[in-house]
């Protein structure tokens, strides 16, 4: 009995690969990211902005944000650019906008951070609940703290 050794492997949702880059949880979150918005396209005049705002962040935005904390650090930049052009094209999907409209200046009116920002807020959002609650239990139990190794 061996084990087989394989590019890659779905362990809860997350694609791991063997150099721990995620290329294919990337290639995996694009594809589907597109698919959804395809099937969405097909429905954009029935519905209304605030429907497609909902849609948009329950059905795509919340799949690239599952598990960011562990993949997001890891991947490379051209990945990150390639999850900014999603949301951007979730954006001018919900306002209906041409391929090619800035769309920066709809963040704030959809409520919306961007993919970077959205990781900076989830990280700091778990390092508050480390030093404030100590929770979750199964990491406070791997954190050392500075006080612990010296005054």
């Known amino acids: 009995m061996y084990v087989k050794r ?3 492997a779905k362990c809860l949702g997350l694609y791991v690969d063997s150099n721990l880059r995620f ?4 290639a995996h979150l694009v594809k589907i990211s597109y698919c959804k918005l395809k099937s969405l396209y097909a429905n954009r005049m029935l519905l209304t902005k605030a429907i497609k705002l909902k849609l948009c962040e329950s059905l795509i935005l919340s799949c690239l944000s599952y598990a960011s904390l562990v993949y997001w650090p ?3 930049s051209k990945d990150k650019y390639t999850f900014q052009i999603i949301q951007n ?3 001018r999907f919900c306002y209906n906008l041409r391929k090619f409209d800035h769309v920066s200046h709809l963040y704030p009116e959809a409520m919306w951070l961007k ?6 807020m989830l990280m ?5 609940k ?5 929770e ?3 990491l406070i139990e791997k954190l050392l703290r500075g006080s612990d190794i010296h005054e």
């Open 89 to 91: 094209t979730c954006v």
């Open 136 to 138: 979750p239990r199964y």
């Open 6 to 8: 394989v590019d890659s």
């Open 23 to 26: 290329e294919s949880h990337v």
């Open 130 to 134: 480390l030093n404030y609650y100590n």
């Open 124 to 128: 700091g959002c778990l390092v508050f």
């Open 74 to 76: 890891a991947i490379l």
């Open 115 to 120: 993919l970077e920002q959205r990781f900076s």
